[in-house]
């Protein structure tokens, strides 16, 4: 029993082919050096090409550039056909590319709306379309959705953002219910505020004064989280362990919500004064 058990744990460790969008730079960078680091073969998939191939000249040979746009059905279909001829099958799917435009919900075009939509959802969407027959056809494989803890709570400042966050959600469990019965395994994982570029936007919008409410997590956390999800399927992650909990709770309390909000908003409001000082 023993033996098995050990058999089972290395069979976790064997170097697998991972596909990482938004690669070069974040969280998506983080877990590709990570991903390296353990041993796998990393398909540094990102808008900016430039970006991706500085990134795998640092890492080496089992590191490849490919140019995606995940708004792209074809362009998914392209990119994953050329990490097969490089690497044979892919074994792990991270959909982690996204993108925000800060301000208030009246504030922002149409077009800022939709592109949100189109990035953070429908490119989610569209590798998992991509990704979802090639895995079953091989009859093994997993894909691990990068979300956020705004999937559970509406915040000012963050309303498309935030939409699409829930929608990844709700579309990511819908999914692994209809392939429960598939060779497929499935991970979501919340971060919180992360020190990366996007963060350094909402600092700088006054409208995202929520941005200031905890403290950032380096980006190198959670690329050893996505990691750990490649060898322990977790169902769901959320940041902090603690406080996330607590904040998926809060979440579906409407009432709620419309209290602790302005209450956090106005304490951030002051952390982001004191910090400008």
Same mark, same amino acid.
């Given at each position: ?14 170097? +697998? ?5 938004g690669a070069a730079s974040g969280i998506g ?5 990570? !991903?390296?680091?353990?041993?796998? %073969? ?43 001829? %490089?690497? *044979? ?8 590319? *996204? ?27 569209? *590798?998992? #379309?991509?990704?979802?027959?090639? #895995? ?12 956020? #803890?705004?999937? /559970?709570?509406?915040?000012? *400042? ?27 395994? /499935? ?10 570029? #996007? ?15 905890? +403290? !950032? ?21 959320? /940041? ?13 309390? !409407? ?13 951030? !409001? ?8």
């Amino acid at each position: 029993m023993l033996g098995l058990k050990r058999s089972a744990e290395s069979a976790t460790r064997l170097p +697998k082919t991972v596909v990482i969008t938004g690669a070069a730079s974040g969280i998506g960078a983080a877990a590709t050096r990570e !991903a390296i680091g353990r041993g796998h %073969r990393v398909a540094v998939c990102d808008i900016d090409l430039a970006a991706a191939e500085a990134l795998c000249a640092e890492l080496g040979s089992h590191a490849l550039a490919v140019p995606l746009d995940v708004r792209s059905a074809e362009d998914w279909t392209r990119a994953l056909a050329s990490v097969r001829d %490089r690497f *044979g099958a892919i074994d792990v799917l991270v959909n982690n590319a *996204g993108i925000i435009h800060t301000g208030f919900a009246r504030d922002l075009s149409l077009e800022q709306h939709r592109d949100m939509v189109d990035v953070n959802y429908f490119g989610v969407l569209n *590798g998992v #379309m991509a990704a979802l027959p090639l #895995m079953r056809e091989r009859g093994h494989g997993q894909i691990i959705n990068v979300c956020s #803890m705004t999937s /559970f709570l509406p915040l000012t *400042g963050y309303s498309t953002y935030g939409a699409t966050k829930h929608a990844i959600r709700a579309f990511h469990h819908a999914l692994v219910m209809e392939e429960r019965d598939s060779p497929i395994r /499935f991970s979501i994982i919340h971060p919180p505020s992360v020190q990366t570029p #996007m963060l350094e936007q909402e600092m700088a919008d006054d409208s995202a004064v929520l941005a200031f409410a905890e +403290k !950032a997590t380096a980006p190198e956390v959670l690329g050893r989280c996505i990691n750990d999800a490649m060898e322990t399927s977790p169902i769901e992650v959320v /940041f902090p362990p603690l406080g996330g909990r607590i904040q998926r709770l809060a979440g579906s309390n !409407a009432r709620l919500m419309h209290v602790v909000i302005p209450m956090v908003e106005r304490f951030s !409001a002051g952390r982001k004064r004191i910090r400008r000082r």
